[in-house]
């Protein structure tokens, strides 16, 4: 059962194929670069990586406007690289989910090409169609500001087809029983081929009804149910991480009431109040954002990022909030993107300053769910705001001080090196921190490893803890009768707080600190108090030194043998 569950305690790294690491020269990362680099990746201590597209694609949307479910993009390999990379994965016990892009297809795929030719073609009800323009084509865009339609004409075809992203990614008619069918059988082929599971792409849109007619969209949660049945058939431990930015009061619907639908959801919810607690030292709303996301089946878990491939989306927020994010993180236009995020790498948006970078990677591995680690950040990687919309957030990773930072011996790399500033190759790139004891990559190796280490974050019922300080952030976890707790300043200043742990029994245990050797012990009112640097934070774990006695039971019931203690 821990197996079939191993989303449960683990940490996922994303990565695209094309920016990871060039093998051939051609200045595209390739699968075969990738496996080169697969040691460097279980050094860090990851369970999984998830890849971006990289199937069969013009390249228009960074691989999201895919033209063949069932292949690898020439310029990454072929399906025997994909093979070898998936089996040099397993050698390391690392497991790999990819992107399932079925929301839309490019105009490219033959199933579209098909489409338009005619109206008695097989496929013509592949796609979403109308004889004239809705009156609804101006609303709904994913994209507003560079999208400036949902539905455009195709002269082939002689009527409307419905994209609800860019016009060349047509939107498929996920209602038809052939394309849910066609979505299996796309899962059924990469399983067979050593893949763990999906990260699912769109999924609110994937589901909701599509038409000229549809005013309202109706979401067909049975559908995620259908794709979880199939999932257990084939492979019992595969799972979806859906990418579907929904408020709380639906979470359940993804999920199911009775675990039976998503395995796993990106927290959009969360991150954007995290990133509204790092912009305000103001705690309360994120805990507000916690608790709202609180409640899931026991099977269920949530994934916790900072920066993904795309913007920081701030929609959620209120707009005073949302304001207050710009003003910290993106106060220039150009860092900014559809109205409503922020599109700049995670080290740039804080500063570059260190305690803020660690602040809030402490934070994401000790929030409810499964950490979700962008490439690069682990380096503490810049942005190219001179690349157009979301590009300036995917530059090629920098592996070392030679020409292109090791990504390539090309002379074109995919896209442009960052070779200038404090983010420049020269200055942050893998090598060179890797020789570094007190560099990001090696604290970032630490701190996975810690996270691995308390299962409780992912397995265990959790509280906030008040301090009366709202720059202060408190949680506890329990699970199996053990229990950590974590402290977070999200202030510059430093902060002294006193807190009791929370439960009775614990008002006299220490807490023993799980990276330093500063723990700390309850006064006789049974209250802890604590004094934070800026930016501060503490793991503890609850219940005195006898815990090192009790890490073996913990450990092997999560990963089959006995970890060493901190």
Wanted: glycine content about 8%; aromatic content about 12%.
């Amino acid at each position: 059962m821990i197996d079939d569950l191993w989303y449960k305690n683990g940490v996922i790294y994303c990565l695209s194929v094309g920016t990871y690491m060039d093998a051939n020269g051609d200045g595209v990362g390739d699968f075969k670069g990738l496996l080169r680099r697969l040691d460097y990746l279980h050094g860090l201590g990851i369970t999984a990586i998830w890849l971006m597209p990289f199937q069969p694609s013009p390249g228009r949307d960074d691989g999201y406007d895919i033209t063949d479910y069932y292949g690898v993009d020439p310029r990454y390999g072929t399906l025997g690289d994909f093979v070898e990379f998936t089996h040099g994965c397993k050698q390391r016990g690392l497991r790999v989910i990819i992107d399932l892009v079925v929301n839309h297809t490019s105009d490219q795929h033959h199933w579209f090409r098909e489409a338009r030719r005619s109206k008695d073609s097989f496929y013509r009800d592949w796609y979403v169609w109308s004889d004239k323009r809705p009156a609804n084509a101006n609303t709904g865009m994913v994209f507003p500001g560079v999208q400036k339609s949902t539905w455009s004409r195709d002269k082939e075809a002689g009527a409307w087809y419905f994209h609800r992203f860019y016009d060349f990614q047509p939107d498929l008619n996920t209602s038809n029983p052939h394309v849910q069918a066609e979505i299996l059988k796309i899962m059924g082929f990469w399983i067979q081929l050593g893949v763990s599971g999906f990260r699912m792409d769109a999924v609110p849109f994937i589901i909701a009804t599509k038409g000229a007619n549809v005013r309202k969209p109706v979401e067909q949660y049975d559908m995620l149910r259908a794709f979880r049945e199939f999932l257990q058939w084939r492979q019992g431990n595969a799972i979806i991480l859906a990418e579907a930015n929904v408020l709380p009061k639906t979470d359940m619907e993804y999920f199911g009431r009775d675990g039976d639908r998503m395995h796993m959801m990106f927290n959009f919810h969360v991150n954007q109040h995290l990133f509204y607690a790092l912009a305000s030292a103001d705690s309360r709303p994120l805990a507000k954002s916690l608790a709202a996301t609180k409640p899931r089946p026991a099977t269920a878990q949530w994934g916790l990022f900072l920066r993904n491939h795309d913007e920081l989306d701030l929609g959620r927020l209120t707009k005073a909030q949302r304001n207050a994010v710009f003003k910290a993180f993106g106060p220039d236009k150009d860092m900014q993107l559809y109205d409503r995020g922020i599109r700049r790498r995670l080290a740039p948006m804080l500063g570059g300053d260190r305690r803020r970078l660690e602040l809030a990677y402490s934070l994401m591995c000790t929030l409810p769910g499964t950490p979700v680690i962008r490439y690069g950040d682990e380096l503490g990687m810049g942005d190219n705001l001179e690349l157009p919309e979301r590009n300036c957030a995917r530059t090629p990773m920098q592996w070392s001080t030679e020409p292109h930072a090791g990504f390539t011996e090309g002379d074109r790399p995919c896209l442009p090196l960052i070779d200038k500033g404090p983010y420049g190759y020269e200055h942050v790139n893998a090598a060179k921190q890797r020789r570094d004891p007190n560099s990001m990559l090696n604290w970032t190796e630490r701190i996975v490893r810690m996270r691995k280490e308390v299962p409780e974050v992912g397995w265990g019922d959790f509280r906030v803890i008040a301090t009366r300080d709202p720059a202060v952030l408190v949680i506890r976890y329990d699970w199996r009768n053990n229990s950590v707790l974590f402290v977070h300043n999200l202030d510059e200043r430093p902060r002294e707080i006193a807190f009791a742990v929370g439960l009775p029994g614990d008002a006299g245990k220490l807490l023993v600190n799980l990276l330093s050797e500063d723990h700390s012990r309850a006064n006789k009112r049974g209250r802890h108090r604590l004094l934070l640097e800026g930016y501060g934070y503490r793991w503890y774990r609850i219940g005195g030194l006898d815990y090192l006695l009790k890490r073996s039971d913990i450990d092997s019931d999560t990963s089959g043998k006995a970890a060493q203690p901190a």
